[in-house]
C-alpha cells in the first residue's frame, strides 16, 4: 500500500488553505510515496472481514512525514474466483491530502523469468501526463497518438521503450502516467496485459482516473524474490491506480484534497484469465 500520496510532489511542498505545507524529501527533488516512512513501511491493523476477505488498518498521526491531519486508512483485500479486489477508505479530522494505490509487480510469465517486454499493454488512455527531467508532471496532458505512448491497441512493453523519444530518456523506460478516458468515479477497465507465451491475461479495473505504469527500470537483480530467483532489469510491470502525480501543485488535474469529516473512496480491481487457445 503507498500512501499517503502516491507518486511525487515537486519539491515536498504544496499549499493548502491558504497555508504552505512541507513534506519530507526522500527522492530529490521530490517528496515520493509518502516520504521516508510511507505506508508500505508501516504496521497495520489486520483482521478477517469475510471468507476470503482481509482489512487492514492504519491511523496516519498528524505530522507524520509532514502531512496535516489525523487519517484513519483501511484498505479491504478480497480474493474472488478471478480476481484480487482491492477497496480504500480513509477519514481525516482536518483537510487534507490523500492519493492511495497498490505498487505490485507482475510478470505473468512467472516471478523471477526473466523480463517483460515481451508482455502486450493496451490502456485505455488516449493521454498522458508529460514530465520534466525530474519526473514533475509540467502540467501537459499530451496526447499519445504518434508516440511510444499510444498503447490504445496492443503493443508489446518492448517495442518502442528504447526509442529516443524525451519522456522515455527522463523514465529510463516507461514511467507515466496515463490519463484514463473515462470521466466520472465509476469502475472502469483501465488495461490489459496478455502473456503470449503463457496465455495468461490481467485486467485492471479502477475507480481512479490515471495509472502510473512502472517497467522496473530500476531493478537490477541485486533482489532476491521467490524460489531464490533475481529480479532483472524491467523483471516486472507495475500498474499503479491512481490520481495524478503532484495533483496539489495543479489546480487543473483532478483534486486529491479530502476534506474534514469527508470520506476518500477508491476500487480497484486485478482480473486474471488465460487465452484458450494456449490450451
Not at 499493454?121 to 525530474?134: G, H
Not at 495543479?250 to 484458450?276: C, G, N, V, W
Amino acid at each position: 500500500v503507498i500512501g499517503r500520496y502516491a507518486n511525487r510532489i515537486n519539491n515536498g511542498r504544496f499549499a493548502l488553505n491558504g497555508d504552505m505545507i512541507s513534506l519530507n524529501i526522500n527522492n530529490r527533488p521530490s517528496h515520493l510515496h509518502g516520504g521516508l516512512r510511507g505506508f508500505d513501511k508501516v504496521v497495520w491493523e489486520g483482521k478477517p472481514s469475510g471468507n476470503a476477505s482481509l482489512q487492514l488498518s492504519y491511523e496516519s498521526k498528524h505530522g507524520q512525514e509532514g502531512y496535516p491531519s489525523n487519517l484513519r486508512v483501511t484498505v479491504n483485500y478480497t480474493l474472488t474466483d478471478d480476481a484480487l479486489e482491492i477497496e480504500y477508505n480513509a477519514r481525516t479530522d482536518q483537510d487534507t491530502i490523500v492519493n492511495l494505490t497498490n505498487h505490485s509487480y507482475f510478470n505473468l510469465k512467472r516471478a523471477g523469468e526473466g523480463n517483460v517486454l515481451e508482455h502486450e499493454l493496451q490502456l485505455n488512455a488516449d493521454r498522458f501526463t508529460s514530465v520534466d527531467a525530474n519526473l514533475i508532471p509540467t502540467g501537459e496532458l499530451r496526447s499519445v497518438k504518434g508516440t511510444p505512448f499510444d498503447f490504445t491497441n496492443p503493443v508489446t512493453i518492448g517495442a518502442r521503450i528504447e526509442e529516443s523519444d524525451e519522456q522515455l530518456i527522463f523514465g529510463k523506460g516507461y514511467d507515466q502516467n496515463f490519463v484514463l478516458t473515462k470521466t466520472d468515479k465509476t469502475l472502469g477497465l483501465a488495461a490489459r496485459v496478455h502473456e503470449p507465451t503463457t496465455g495468461r491475461i490481467l485486467e485492471v479495473w479502477t475507480t481512479e482516473p490515471g495509472v502510473q505504469v512502472y517497467t522496473g527500470n530500476f531493478l537490477r537483480g541485486d533482489l532476491v524474490g521467490k524460489e531464490g530467483k533475481p529480479y532483472v532489469h524491467r523483471g516486472g510491470l507495475c500498474l499503479e491506480t491512481q490520481h495524478f502525480p503532484d495533483s496539489p501543485n495543479h489546480a487543473e488535474f483532478p483534486s486529491t484534497i479530502l476534506k474534514a469529516d469527508e470520506t476518500f473512496t477508491s476500487r480497484t480491481i486485478f482480473r486474471f484469465s488465460a487465452d484458450e487457445r494456449q490450451h
